[in-house]
């Protein structure tokens, strides 16, 4: 009876032990599924990861410094009255294109319009006088000193007329160029006087950035040479052509007027914001793919091949060009860096250097 008791016993331990046993297996199978690497057995090591790799060395390149500057147009005027008056038309709109002598404002000036009345009135007097006396000439009735005086006062009508009709024509604002209207700086209705500008007009399709460069970034620039800039993101890069460097520094900044002349790119307006790119000095930088850094929150690092094994080196990047990055520390000239072939890699596995 004892030993019957004894045997159901052993009987539950060792059922309640199977289950553990089952249940451990179970969990062992579950995360050998989850995990990504594979099953290794004890004594035996992962096979060579096949990796492409490139022999890092020095690269000769011109440091260079973005200077910020805006897009303006290269031929642009502001319009403005020489005479003071209303303005009676003005029915120019933003983005209209007028021709070159196109009047796009006109004043309302009464009383330069009454002088030149006025001189026009004297002006006819004295040609009709001139015109008797020119025939009381040629039949010797007048003597020459009073064919003279007469002919002497149509000369002073004749130049009042065409000074009051100069005055009378500045009322009428011209365009002097082909151009685009930017900017409405006044409307029917308001007083225009010398100095205060009406209209902005620009030439289309001539654009060039205008940038004040500092003093020591002058030493590399001069007219004629091509300097890169990019506007709004990387997408949009324009090579210009420096036109203008300005002389003299400005004293409030000390720095230099620099108008580079850009080509006709879509998308690329007066206004617009932009950064070019000044050529400071030849320099050497260590650069890898973009693809061959991997990056863990803050930490950046590579693989470097050697002697058929992956090493991991903490690097520290620098300035991204196109498609390739710099890398300021943490490999030497010479190392190979592994630039594909990364999954699955670990510090110090095999790797196989794909030709």
């Known amino acids: ?179 685009v209207v930017t900017r409405k700086l006044a409307d029917v209705g308001d007083l225009a006087t010398p100095g205060r500008p009406l209209l902005e007009l620009e030439a289309p399709g001539e654009l060039r950035l205008e940038a004040d460069v500092g003093e020591a970034l002058m030493g590399g620039l001069k007219e004629g040479m091509t300097l890169p800039a990019r506007f709004g993101s990387d997408a949009l890069m324009v090579t210009g052509r420096v036109a203008e460097i300005a002389p003299v520094a400005d004293e409030g900044s000390r720095t230099f007027l620099v108008k580079v002349d850009l080509p006709l790119v879509e998308g690329l307006r007066s206004g617009r914001f932009g950064r070019l790119s000044v050529p400071l000095a030849e320099a050497q930088w260590l650069r890898v793919p973009v693809t061959a850094v991997q990056r863990h929150g803050q930490l950046e690092s590579v693989f470097v091949e050697q002697e058929g094994r992956a090493v991991l080196r903490l690097v520290r990047t620098g300035r991204v060009s196109g498609e390739r990055v710099e890398l300021l520390s943490g490999v030497e000239p010479g190392d190979r860096v592994v630039i594909s072939g990364m999954d699955g890699l670990r510090d110090g596995g095999k790797v196989e250097v794909a030709p």
């Open 1 to 179: 009876m004892q030993s019957a008791k004894m045997s159901r016993t052993g009987m539950k331990v060792m059922s309640k032990f199977g289950r553990g046993l089952a249940a451990g297996c179970l969990a062992g199978l579950f995360l050998a599924g989850c995990h990504r690497d594979p099953v290794v057995k004890p004594g035996a090591e992962a096979p060579a990861v096949r990796v492409g790799v490139e022999r890092v060395e020095w690269e000769r390149h011109v440091a260079v410094e973005e200077v910020v500057g805006t897009v303006r147009a290269r031929t642009r005027a502001l319009l403005e009255a020489k005479v003071t008056g209303r303005v009676k038309r003005l029915e120019t709109r933003l983005g209209q294109r007028v021709k070159a002598g196109e009047v796009v404002a006109e004043l309302e000036v009464p009383e330069w319009a009454a002088r030149a009345d006025q001189a026009r009135a004297v002006w006819e007097q004295a040609e009709r006088e001139l015109g008797r006396f020119r025939e009381l000439r040629d039949q010797k009735t007048v003597s020459p000193q009073e064919f003279d005086a007469v002919e002497s006062r149509w000369r002073v009508a004749k130049g009042a007329l065409l000074e009051a009709e100069t005055l009378l024509g500045q009322a009428r604002v011209e365009a002097p160029f082909d151009a």
